[in-house]
């Protein structure tokens, strides 16, 4: 049983160097004997013909074959766990808004537009210019109020808003009616416009956009 395996185990030697050894050149060392030379060159002689003797009948041994698979099959699980991490670190753009719109709720406007009677009321962007109806300003903390086809007064003022911001009814003392204005008020400031305007453009107006729900 022992010789069985001592045998095995020379053949699976033979096949590596054969696979892996068959290229290297053997020379004699540069310092020998001239006695020597002969017996050196009828060595290597011996074994060049030794090794075409010899030489596998198969291209690739099982060895070989082994170590092939399992260098693929490293390669395949990094390349697998690298394009894995890539798309966890760079999610895409539905990712990064589903994201957006599970934190803060709903929509926001941006930019920001107040407009007159006759301009729809909803979410704002470059394309398409809606009236915000969703206005807090971040000075007084009090929402914005709007009323359609209405102007305020020349004599309306921070007192008057002060004193009688929330109550509607209160407020339209120093509303004057105007077809297609709408007037904008919080407890601070004021506003009457009929086109879309942008709220970066009236930097005295500290409004933001709250949020649309859908």
């Known amino acids: 049983m022992a010789d069985d395996e001592e045998e095995d185990l020379d053949e699976l030697l033979d096949e590596v160097e054969k696979r892996f050894c068959r290229n290297v050149s053997v ?29 596998p009948d198969q291209p690739v041994s099982r060895v070989a074959d082994d170590i092939d698979a399992l260098l693929e099959e490293l390669l395949e699980e990094d390349s ?6 890539k798309t966890q670190q760079f999610p895409t753009a539905t990712q ?5 719109s599970s934190q ?10 107040v ?38 007064d020349s004599s309306c003022d921070y007192l008057f808003l002060r004193n ?5 009814e209160k407020l339209r003392a120093r509303l004057k ?6 007037a904008f008020a919080c407890q601070c400031s004021w506003f009457s416009t009929t086109e879309p305007t942008d709220l970066r453009d ?10 649309h729900r859908d």
């Open 96 to 100: 990064v808004e589903k994201k957006l």
């Open 177 to 182: 009616k105007r077809r297609g204005v709408r």
């Open 115 to 152: 407009g007159g009677s006759s301009v729809t009321s909803g979410v704002g962007t470059p394309t398409s210019k809606r009236s915000c109806d969703q206005l807090r300003c971040t000075s007084c903390d009090f929402r914005v109020l709007t009323f359609d086809d209405c102007e305020w």
């Open 104 to 113: 803060s709720g709903g929509r926001k406007c941006c930019p920001v537009f």
């Open 80 to 85: 697998s766990d690298s394009s894995q991490l």
């Open 202 to 211: 009236r930097a005295e107006l500290r409004w933001v956009c709250g949020n």
């Open 27 to 55: 020379t004699c060392s540069a310092r020998v004997d001239p006695s020597e030379v002969g017996k050196c060159g009828k060595d290597s002689e011996e074994q060049r013909k030794h090794s075409r003797a010899t030489a």
């Open 164 to 168: 009688n911001m929330p109550d509607c």
